[in-house]
């Protein structure tokens, strides 16, 4: 099988994905394992551009089939802040720690704490033909920080119909639930025959034209 490679160098990201796409039997490899791919600058104003971006640059130079994402987190009150800027939203190097207390200073004590997380995911083949699909998750942004467990803004959001922050849940549960498990899954929806072609076509065309019945993705 021709590995799956997810253009990421974040490691939580990678280990994420690995649990929830792992019943595919993929091999997936990381950009961070692989030294000799380029840093791909993230500059689109939306999570869908930098997530395609990320993925046609990557598989263009590695000629795997690639899948990228671009989350984030969205606020009401803040007009979708911080959005695309999610990761180094209190500026260079990114530090999870200092984004959360921007947020918690940005929001004070706004009784208006409504949120979601979004995520893009893009695969693209090795000639840089690419689609993507889109998971959401709503919730709310808490006072104070709960919890150790994932990353990024998980100690402050706790999803809709459930008490506990993202950093307060198992990795099973969390992984069910979350903007890029739904991602995921519908990106397994989409593109199930793709992912679990041995070896995988060489586009998505030809996996359109070789699917029985000629079913679309």
Request: hydrophobic share 45%.
């Amino acid at each position: 099988m021709m590995p799956l490679l997810v253009a990421t160098r974040n490691r939580h990201k990678t280990d994420e994905i690995r649990a929830i796409l792992g019943g595919n039997a993929l091999e997936i490899v990381s950009a961070a394992d692989r030294p000799d791919l380029p840093d791909v600058v993230e500059d689109g104003v939306t999570f869908a551009e930098n997530a395609v971006k990320k993925a046609v640059e990557i598989a263009r130079i590695s000629h795997c089939w690639v899948l990228a994402d671009d989350s984030g987190l969205e606020v009401d009150v803040l007009n979708g802040e911080p959005g695309v800027f999610s990761a180094r939203y209190a500026g260079e190097p990114a530090d999870y720690a200092a984004n959360n207390r921007k947020l918690l200073s940005r929001l004070g004590e706004t009784v208006l704490r409504a949120a979601r997380f979004c995520c893009v995911i893009a695969l693209a083949d090795p000639l840089g033909q690419t689609e993507t699909v889109v998971g959401i998750c709503r919730g709310s942004i808490l006072r104070a920080g709960r919890g150790k467990g994932g990353f990024g803004y998980d100690p402050l959001f706790v999803p809709d119909g459930y008490s506990m922050a993202f950093a307060e849940m198992d990795s099973v549960l969390k992984n069910r639930i979350s903007h890029r498990a739904r991602a995921l899954g519908e990106a397994v929806r989409k593109w199930g025959e793709i992912l679990r072609s041995q070896p995988m076509p060489a586009s998505f065309a030809a996996a359109r034209t070789s699917l029985a019945g000629g079913s679309a993705l």
